[in-house]
Protein backbone atom coordinates (compact mmCIF):
# COMPACT_ATOMS: atom_id res chain seq x y z
CA UNK A 1 0.00 0.00 0.00
CA UNK A 2 1.43 3.26 -1.10
CA UNK A 3 1.47 5.65 1.92
CA UNK A 4 2.49 9.23 0.69
CA UNK A 5 -0.16 11.42 2.71
CA UNK A 6 -0.14 14.56 0.86
CA UNK A 7 -1.53 12.12 -2.15
CA UNK A 8 -4.81 10.91 0.18
CA UNK A 9 -8.47 11.45 -0.21
CA UNK A 10 -10.01 10.62 3.19
CA UNK A 11 -13.32 10.48 4.91
CA UNK A 12 -16.34 8.58 3.65
CA UNK A 13 -18.51 11.56 2.09
CA UNK A 14 -15.35 13.13 0.43
CA UNK A 15 -14.71 9.71 -0.79
CA UNK A 16 -17.85 9.55 -2.48
CA UNK A 17 -17.81 12.73 -3.93
CA UNK A 18 -14.36 12.47 -4.94
CA UNK A 19 -15.61 9.25 -7.11
CA UNK A 20 -18.85 10.68 -8.16
CA UNK A 21 -17.05 13.03 -9.39
CA UNK A 22 -14.66 10.95 -10.80
CA UNK A 23 -17.69 9.84 -13.13
CA UNK A 24 -18.47 13.90 -14.71
CA UNK A 25 -14.63 14.47 -14.83
CA UNK A 26 -12.67 11.66 -16.03
CA UNK A 27 -9.34 12.41 -14.59
CA UNK A 28 -10.03 12.22 -11.02
CA UNK A 29 -10.48 8.14 -11.83
CA UNK A 30 -7.31 8.04 -13.41
CA UNK A 31 -5.30 9.60 -10.73
CA UNK A 32 -6.83 6.84 -8.11
CA UNK A 33 -4.03 4.55 -7.11
CA UNK A 34 -5.48 2.25 -5.31
CA UNK A 35 -8.47 2.18 -2.96
CA UNK A 36 -8.21 1.32 0.60
CA UNK A 37 -11.22 0.39 2.96
CA UNK A 38 -12.29 -0.43 6.32
CA UNK A 39 -12.21 -4.37 7.43
CA UNK A 40 -15.97 -5.00 7.29
CA UNK A 41 -17.70 -3.29 4.75
CA UNK A 42 -20.72 -5.16 3.02
CA UNK A 43 -20.73 -6.36 -0.03
CA UNK A 44 -23.69 -4.18 -1.10
CA UNK A 45 -21.04 -1.18 -0.36
CA UNK A 46 -18.37 -3.14 -2.33
CA UNK A 47 -20.22 -3.29 -5.16
CA UNK A 48 -21.33 0.08 -4.89
CA UNK A 49 -17.67 1.53 -4.92
CA UNK A 50 -16.89 -0.96 -7.57
CA UNK A 51 -19.51 0.63 -9.93
CA UNK A 52 -18.45 4.14 -9.34
CA UNK A 53 -14.91 3.11 -10.39
CA UNK A 54 -15.97 1.17 -13.47
CA UNK A 55 -13.84 -2.51 -12.02
CA UNK A 56 -10.49 -0.76 -13.26
CA UNK A 57 -9.43 0.09 -9.88
CA UNK A 58 -7.30 -1.91 -7.28
CA UNK A 59 -9.65 -2.02 -3.93
CA UNK A 60 -7.80 -3.10 -0.81
CA UNK A 61 -9.08 -4.07 2.91
CA UNK A 62 -7.16 -3.20 5.93
CA UNK A 63 -7.55 -3.32 9.49
CA UNK A 64 -8.37 0.20 11.59
CA UNK A 65 -4.70 -0.14 12.69
CA UNK A 66 -3.48 -0.28 9.24
CA UNK A 67 -5.41 2.59 8.05
CA UNK A 68 -4.62 4.81 11.02
CA UNK A 69 -1.10 4.14 9.88
CA UNK A 70 -1.42 5.84 6.30
CA UNK A 71 -3.33 8.66 7.30
CA UNK A 72 -2.28 9.04 10.93
CA UNK A 73 -4.34 11.91 12.89
CA UNK A 74 -7.08 11.69 10.71
CA UNK A 75 -10.64 11.24 10.93
CA UNK A 76 -10.87 8.84 7.95
CA UNK A 77 -13.43 6.53 8.73
CA UNK A 78 -11.77 3.89 7.16
CA UNK A 79 -12.29 5.49 3.72
CA UNK A 80 -8.88 6.21 1.99
CA UNK A 81 -8.44 6.98 -1.59
CA UNK A 82 -4.31 7.30 -2.83
CA UNK A 83 -4.02 9.40 -5.90
CA UNK A 84 -1.19 9.72 -8.14
CA UNK A 85 -1.55 13.55 -8.07
CA UNK A 86 1.60 15.07 -7.76
CA UNK A 87 0.29 19.39 -8.16
CA UNK A 88 -2.36 20.73 -6.39
CA UNK A 89 -5.79 20.25 -8.10
CA UNK A 90 -6.09 23.83 -9.66
CA UNK A 91 -6.70 25.21 -13.07
CA UNK A 92 -4.15 27.59 -12.13
CA UNK A 93 -3.13 30.33 -14.50
CA UNK A 94 -4.08 33.64 -16.13
CA UNK A 95 -4.32 32.17 -19.72
CA UNK A 96 -6.88 29.23 -18.46
CA UNK A 97 -8.48 31.71 -16.55
CA UNK A 98 -9.41 33.60 -19.97
CA UNK A 99 -10.40 31.17 -21.61
CA UNK A 100 -12.76 29.73 -19.17
CA UNK A 101 -14.62 32.79 -18.60
CA UNK A 102 -18.00 33.89 -20.18
CA UNK A 103 -20.66 36.70 -19.54
CA UNK A 104 -23.49 34.72 -17.29
CA UNK A 105 -21.59 32.15 -15.94
CA UNK A 106 -22.17 33.71 -11.97
CA UNK A 107 -22.02 33.29 -9.67
CA UNK A 108 -18.36 33.75 -9.26
CA UNK A 109 -16.09 33.56 -6.07
CA UNK A 110 -12.87 35.51 -5.84
CA UNK A 111 -11.02 34.62 -2.24
CA UNK A 112 -8.21 37.46 -1.61
CA UNK A 113 -5.65 36.10 0.66
CA UNK A 114 -7.57 33.34 2.59
CA UNK A 115 -4.86 31.49 5.08
CA UNK A 116 -6.78 29.03 6.78
CA UNK A 117 -6.94 25.52 5.18
CA UNK A 118 -10.51 24.89 7.33
CA UNK A 119 -12.13 27.84 6.29
CA UNK A 120 -10.83 27.26 2.89
CA UNK A 121 -12.28 24.34 2.53
CA UNK A 122 -16.13 25.48 3.87
CA UNK A 123 -15.77 28.41 1.50
CA UNK A 124 -15.43 25.90 -1.30
CA UNK A 125 -18.02 23.41 -0.07
CA UNK A 126 -20.32 26.79 0.44
CA UNK A 127 -19.78 28.25 -3.17
CA UNK A 128 -20.35 24.75 -4.79
CA UNK A 129 -23.78 24.40 -2.75
CA UNK A 130 -25.02 27.71 -3.79
CA UNK A 131 -24.43 27.03 -7.27
CA UNK A 132 -20.85 28.18 -8.31
CA UNK A 133 -18.77 26.99 -11.27
CA UNK A 134 -15.84 28.93 -10.88
CA UNK A 135 -13.66 30.10 -7.54
CA UNK A 136 -10.19 32.25 -8.11
CA UNK A 137 -7.93 32.39 -5.37
CA UNK A 138 -5.38 35.34 -4.83
CA UNK A 139 -1.59 33.49 -6.02
CA UNK A 140 0.40 35.07 -2.93
CA UNK A 141 -0.79 34.77 0.75
CA UNK A 142 -3.26 31.69 0.01
CA UNK A 143 -3.90 28.59 1.91
CA UNK A 144 -2.58 25.72 -1.01
CA UNK A 145 -5.19 22.80 -1.39
CA UNK A 146 -4.00 20.70 1.28
CA UNK A 147 -5.53 17.60 2.36
CA UNK A 148 -7.70 19.39 5.42
CA UNK A 149 -9.24 21.70 2.49
CA UNK A 150 -9.85 18.94 0.42
CA UNK A 151 -11.63 16.99 3.24
CA UNK A 152 -13.02 19.83 4.36
CA UNK A 153 -14.84 20.73 1.20
CA UNK A 154 -17.27 17.66 1.65
CA UNK A 155 -16.24 16.86 -1.97
CA UNK A 156 -17.08 19.88 -3.31
CA UNK A 157 -13.51 20.77 -4.60
CA UNK A 158 -13.75 18.32 -7.24
CA UNK A 159 -17.03 19.92 -9.13
CA UNK A 160 -14.94 23.53 -9.22
CA UNK A 161 -13.02 24.99 -11.55
CA UNK A 162 -10.20 26.74 -9.42
CA UNK A 163 -7.87 29.12 -10.75
CA UNK A 164 -4.88 31.25 -9.11
CA UNK A 165 -4.51 34.07 -10.28
CA UNK A 166 -1.04 37.12 -9.61
CA UNK A 167 -2.92 40.17 -10.24
CA UNK A 168 -6.29 39.84 -8.57
CA UNK A 169 -7.14 43.74 -10.17
CA UNK A 170 -6.57 42.90 -13.54
CA UNK A 171 -8.52 39.67 -13.13
CA UNK A 172 -11.00 42.13 -11.58
CA UNK A 173 -10.79 44.90 -14.56
CA UNK A 174 -11.51 42.06 -17.04
CA UNK A 175 -14.39 40.17 -15.34
CA UNK A 176 -15.88 43.75 -16.00
CA UNK A 177 -15.18 43.96 -19.62
CA UNK A 178 -17.12 40.63 -19.31
CA UNK A 179 -20.01 41.89 -18.25
CA UNK A 180 -19.58 41.16 -14.51
CA UNK A 181 -20.52 43.52 -11.64
CA UNK A 182 -17.96 43.00 -8.45
CA UNK A 183 -19.63 42.70 -5.07
CA UNK A 184 -17.25 43.03 -2.58
CA UNK A 185 -17.81 42.74 1.43
CA UNK A 186 -16.79 45.31 3.99
CA UNK A 187 -17.37 46.11 7.67
CA UNK A 188 -18.03 49.85 6.05
CA UNK A 189 -20.34 48.78 3.19
CA UNK A 190 -23.86 49.21 2.17
CA UNK A 191 -26.78 47.13 4.51
CA UNK A 192 -29.03 47.20 1.44
CA UNK A 193 -28.69 43.72 -0.59
CA UNK A 194 -31.18 44.47 -2.71
CA UNK A 195 -29.77 46.69 -5.15
CA UNK A 196 -26.92 43.98 -6.19
CA UNK A 197 -27.95 42.66 -9.95
CA UNK A 198 -28.97 38.94 -11.35
CA UNK A 199 -26.03 36.52 -9.10
CA UNK A 200 -25.33 35.43 -12.91
CA UNK A 201 -23.65 38.50 -13.73
CA UNK A 202 -21.99 38.54 -9.82
CA UNK A 203 -18.65 38.03 -8.87
CA UNK A 204 -18.54 38.34 -5.12
CA UNK A 205 -15.22 38.69 -3.27
CA UNK A 206 -14.10 37.28 -0.19
CA UNK A 207 -11.57 38.61 2.21
CA UNK A 208 -8.53 37.62 4.22
CA UNK A 209 -9.81 36.70 7.63
CA UNK A 210 -7.94 39.69 9.67
CA UNK A 211 -7.23 42.12 7.33
CA UNK A 212 -10.55 41.69 4.72
CA UNK A 213 -10.29 42.37 0.76
CA UNK A 214 -7.58 44.95 0.07
CA UNK A 215 -8.39 48.28 -0.38
CA UNK A 216 -7.25 48.39 -4.25
CA UNK A 217 -9.93 45.85 -5.24
CA UNK A 218 -12.49 47.22 -3.10
CA UNK A 219 -12.37 50.67 -5.06
CA UNK A 220 -12.18 48.51 -7.88
CA UNK A 221 -15.30 47.14 -6.77
CA UNK A 222 -18.83 48.10 -8.07
CA UNK A 223 -20.62 47.12 -4.71
CA UNK A 224 -19.20 47.41 -1.53
CA UNK A 225 -21.86 45.45 1.42
CA UNK A 226 -22.21 44.56 5.14
CA UNK A 227 -23.87 41.91 6.90
CA UNK A 228 -25.83 43.46 9.92
CA UNK A 229 -24.82 42.33 13.04
CA UNK A 230 -26.36 43.25 16.32
CA UNK A 231 -24.39 40.85 18.72
CA UNK A 232 -20.77 42.31 20.82
CA UNK A 233 -19.00 40.50 18.42
CA UNK A 234 -18.40 42.97 15.21
CA UNK A 235 -16.95 40.17 12.71
CA UNK A 236 -18.15 37.15 11.15
CA UNK A 237 -15.66 34.34 10.56
CA UNK A 238 -15.04 34.46 6.77
CA UNK A 239 -16.67 31.06 5.86
CA UNK A 240 -19.47 31.85 7.43
CA UNK A 241 -19.66 35.12 6.10
CA UNK A 242 -19.49 33.77 2.74
CA UNK A 243 -22.59 31.77 3.17
CA UNK A 244 -24.81 34.67 4.14
CA UNK A 245 -23.59 36.81 1.30
CA UNK A 246 -24.33 33.56 -1.31
CA UNK A 247 -27.65 33.38 0.19
CA UNK A 248 -28.37 37.03 -0.07
CA UNK A 249 -26.68 37.22 -3.89
CA UNK A 250 -28.76 33.96 -4.72
CA UNK A 251 -32.05 34.06 -2.93
CA UNK A 252 -32.35 37.74 -2.34
CA UNK A 253 -32.77 39.55 0.49
Known sequence: ??????????????????????????????????????????SEERRKISELTHGDIKISIASAKEIDKIAPGKNHQGYIIIKNRTKEKASSGWEQFKNYIEPGMGPLLILDRIQDPGNLGGILRTAE???AKAVILSDRDTCPITDVVEKTSAGALHSLEIFRIANLHQ????????????????????????????????ALIMGNEGEGVKRILLETSDFQVRIPLSGVVSSLNVSVATGIAFDRIVNGN
Open 1 to 42: MEKKQSDLTFGKRNFYEFLEAGNRAPKALQSIREIILKDGIS
Open 129 to 131: CFG
Open 171 to 202: CLEFLKENEYWIVATDETGDEDWSKLPDSDHI
